[in-house]
């Protein structure tokens, strides 16, 4: 299986190589390369727009390499090694050793020594550069991850695979332009790039540099190490920079390592021209020892093409669940009116049975409820119209209905919404059954009930409470 990869993409002051790798179970596999020249093309904005027009470079993440000369170097000393304290003072340290205020730069830093004080190597490049290469970009739909400076991924690669201890002298060559790297240990420690002229100045440069380097102590001794990349790298410029530097050249066709696939004849390979677009491309470690300025506004908006994707795999699945929602939708719709109908159905032969001299029918269920009030009212008005018995009128009926022998004195009579409760004292317990039954053969009086009996401690009496309720008469 194979990923979407990475688009190593390297702008020299003529040319553009592009290089695709991407990760497969056996590792990385180089799958695509490219070499526009800027002339044949049109210029940068055509070539990028010829390059990403094809179909291998529409998909993967974009690492990019900008020319050394557009970059301003210095190397600073700060009080302090705090990374943040670093970020808010390095604008204002910049602003007085480069012709542009800090407000039209951006700027990315490497930290070569750390403790009490900071020693930074800093990079500055104009923002309005940046502008220009992203809007060319984003016409293409491309917006890159990582922008370096044009030598640093191959040395980092360089350095990467740097055994043993000493630093190095790593000098790229590319038409008139020349860039010299020096190296302690695997960390870049300063970067110089200059006009390249001839070959005798070339190499007075390049030592002048590395002299001013041990002088400042940026670099503590002699380097042990020299490598020549760059489409401009002959055995004129070899010859010439090893014997001043009284090193031998070293050969960089180490750095790929055996688990490297190419689908391409390695025959046809140009490493001087391509090799920094392969370190793009291959990323790694190697992109902690160099730069990036896709920072702040200039990071990446947003992966385009990953969007894409989701938003086409996002619309049909919202279109198919927009689509079930609806069918369920129609469903219970036509449910729900079906059962009204039979719902309305029910009153009107439910209104028609009530009300079968109705010939008129607007509202059944309205009509129905009229007509319950109207019912209610009557049945009301002739329960209210029979007379309620009144106090005399339940004396009177005790009186006629209870034994005329029996010894019964009343203590409590209580009378409430049609419930009387009598309490009382007699001779016995057949004298409380005499007065049940004299109560219940009373026409006033219905559901007579005994509720307590109980024989009085003070002598051969009987305390009783009955209830019942009062019939109107």
Not at 41 to 51: F, I, P, T, V, Y
Not at 143 to 157: F, K, N, S
Not at 249 to 265: I, M, V
Not at 461 to 472: D, K, L, Q, T, Y
């Amino acid at each position: 299986m194979m990923k979407e990869g990475f688009i190593g993409l390297h702008i020299r002051s003529g040319s553009i190589a592009a290089v695709k790798a991407s990760r497969t179970l056996r590792g990385l596999k180089v799958t695509d390369r490219d070499l526009i020249a800027l002339s044949d093309a049109g210029g940068l904005a055509e070539a990028l727009r010829s390059l990403f027009s094809k179909p291998a470079y529409r998909r993967g993440s974009v690492r990019i390499a900008l020319p050394g000369r557009w970059f301003s170097f210095r190397t600073l000393r700060l009080p302090f090694e705090d990374r943040r304290r670093i970020d808010k003072t390095i604008g204002f340290e910049m602003e007085s050793r480069i012709p542009f205020t800090k407000e039209d730069v951006l700027i990315d830093y490497l930290r070569i020594k750390a403790g009490d004080q900071s020693q930074i190597f800093a990079a500055a490049i104009q923002k309005k550069r940046i502008e220009n290469l992203l809007a060319a970009l984003r016409e293409c739909g491309v917006e890159p991850a990582v922008i370096d400076i044009g030598p640093v991924p191959m040395a980092a690669r360089l350095l990467e695979n740097r055994q043993g201890n000493g630093g190095s002298v790593i000098v790229d060559l590319d038409g008139d332009d020349a860039t010299v790297i020096l190296s302690e240990g695997n960390a870049i420690v300063m970067i110089r790039s200059m006009t390249r002229g001839s070959t005798e100045a070339m190499v007075q440069e390049v030592l002048n540099t590395l002299r001013s380097a041990l002088v400042r102590g940026i670099v503590r001794e002699e380097p042990r190490r020299f490598c020549l990349i760059g489409p401009g790298a002959g055995e004129e410029e070899a010859t010439a920079l090893g014997h001043a530097l009284n090193l031998p050249l070293e050969k960089t066709d180490f750095l790929w390592p055996e688990s490297l696939d190419w689908s391409h004849d390695l025959n046809s390979w140009d490493s001087d021209v391509m090799d920094t677009a392969l370190s793009l491309a291959m990323g790694g470690r190697t992109q902690d020892l160099g730069f990036n300025f896709a920072v702040g506004d200039f990071r990446p908006r947003r992966k385009f093409q990953k969007i894409q994707r989701e938003a086409l795999w996002t619309g049909a699945v919202v279109c198919v669940v927009c689509a079930a929602f609806g069918a369920d939708f129609l469903i219970k719709y036509r449910t729900d009116r079906l059962r009204l109908a039979r719902m309305k159905g029910d009153i009107t032969a439910v209104f028609h049975q009530a009300m079968p001299q109705a010939t008129t029918i607007v509202d059944p269920l309205q009509q129905l409820k009229i007509k319950v009030d109207e019912l209610r009212k009557k049945q009301t008005a002739a329960q209210d119209g029979r007379r309620a018995p009144t106090v005399l009128d339940i004396l009177k009926s005790l009186s006629a209905n209870l034994p005329p022998a029996a010894a019964v004195t009343f203590t409590n009579f209580s009378l409430s919404a049609g419930s009387l409760e009598l309490r009382g004292e007699t001779d016995s317990f057949n004298t409380v059954d005499a007065v049940k039954i004299g109560c219940a053969g009373a026409g006033l009086f219905r559901k007579v009930v005994i509720n307590s009996a109980t024989i009085l401690g003070k002598g051969p009496r009987v305390a009783f409470s009955i209830s019942m309720e009062v019939a109107a008469p």
